[in-house]
């Protein structure tokens, strides 16, 4: 697996600031956070209902992930990126480092970026494996509980903190701690987020207008949701809200809507703050538990659908009756003594 993968596989199993984050590890100049306490996520009742959507079978047919079985030894996961630099190349990867937490063993951390492909160097007492060949993304397991991983450069700077004693004056730091005390996957951007605008999401021209965006998911007492958007004036604030609700009215319109989304729906509350747009919502234990059933309902249904479908149509139908071919003739008109028939072999 390439160290940009690795990055990827890590964001996608789930980001996070931990409980006892430590300021070293967050890259100095971020201007994006992603976070998630990973273990709570897994252990919640959302995470279990989560797993029930899948049956045994299923999961033992996944084809098995390198180092997947360090996927359980993770509890947190914190992202930062102060993102690409305005003159950088569009493909350019930004600088990212991702501080893993949990309870490692070193030969086996070690035994998956050896396997990987990685080569080992040290720098200073630390042991560092690098990717070269994938923006020379690198690793660290600095102690038992932390595991590095970024761009060489954001990575050695972290090494280098360990010895620091100030934190870094950076504001977000601030917002990130309250995101993280508040939610238990939570993301926080301080960027123009231009690029989900456009073709993909075409009735919302108004994020061309967002100047950054958080949004964080409790789930520690059934289901909460907090989702900001900050725009440049409370006019272009105003107009966001007002595409947002009809997004969400358009959608519980449409045909094969879950009938409990309409009751889930009045648990959404959008609000216009000077320049900014808010929108919260929580959901009971009782209607997270209520809307699951629904859609494991949803999902037997579609697996019976799908099921019949790839019965073979030939089971129930009739053979085929082949009806005996006629001879067949060449008839010649216009002769002096009438039509003559001449049999065709």
Not at 122 to 140: C, I, L, P
Not at 219 to 231: C, I, K, M, N, P
Not at 252 to 261: D, S, Y
Request: proline fraction near 7%; glycine fraction near 6%.
């Amino acid at each position: 697996m390439s160290g940009r993968g690795i990055v990827l596989a890590v964001c996608c199993f789930g980001p996070v600031l931990a409980q006892n984050a430590d300021w070293r590890f967050a890259h100095p100049d971020a201007k994006v956070f992603i976070g998630a306490k990973l273990r709570r996520l897994r252990e919640s009742q959302i995470g279990t209902i989560v797993r029930g959507q899948f049956h045994p079978e299923q999961i033992s047919a996944l084809p098995s992930l390198p180092g997947s079985d360090l996927l359980n030894q993770i509890d947190e996961v914190l992202v930062s990126s102060p993102g690409r630099a305005d003159d950088a190349p569009q493909d350019s990867q930004p600088p990212v480092l991702v501080r893993i937490g949990g309870d490692f063993d070193a030969n086996k951390v070690e035994s998956f970026f050896v396997h990987s492909g990685a080569k080992l160097q040290k720098y200073r007492h630390y042991r560092v494996f690098r990717q070269k060949g994938d923006g020379d993304m690198a690793a660290s397991l600095v102690d038992p509980h932390t595991l590095l991983i970024g761009d060489a450069p954001s990575l050695f700077s972290a090494l280098e903190r360990m010895e620091w004693t100030d934190a870094p004056k950076n504001p977000l730091l601030v917002r990130a701690a309250e995101m993280q005390s508040s939610f238990d996957l939570w993301a926080l951007f301080a960027v123009t987020p231009s690029s989900l605008s456009g073709a993909h999401l075409p009735q919302l021209a108004s994020l061309e207008a967002l100047r950054g965006l958080d949004v964080g998911v409790s789930v520690s007492d059934g289901l909460a949701v907090r989702l900001g958007l900050e725009t440049d004036s409370n006019q272009q604030a105003a107009k966001l809200a007002a595409e947002l609700e009809g997004l969400l009215a358009s959608a519980l319109k449409q045909h094969g809507a879950p009938p409990m989304a309409a009751e889930l729906a009045k648990a959404v509350h959008l609000m216009v703050e000077d320049s900014s747009v808010r929108v919260q919502a929580r959901f009971s234990p009782e209607q997270v538990k209520k809307a699951a059933l629904e859609l494991q309902h949803q999902v037997a249904l579609q697996r019976a659908q799908m099921a019949g479908l790839r019965r073979p149509a030939a089971d129930n139908a009739q053979p085929a009756v082949i009806e005996p071919q006629k001879p067949r003739v060449i008839r010649i008109e216009g002769l002096d003594d009438g039509p003559r028939e001449i049999p065709y072999k």
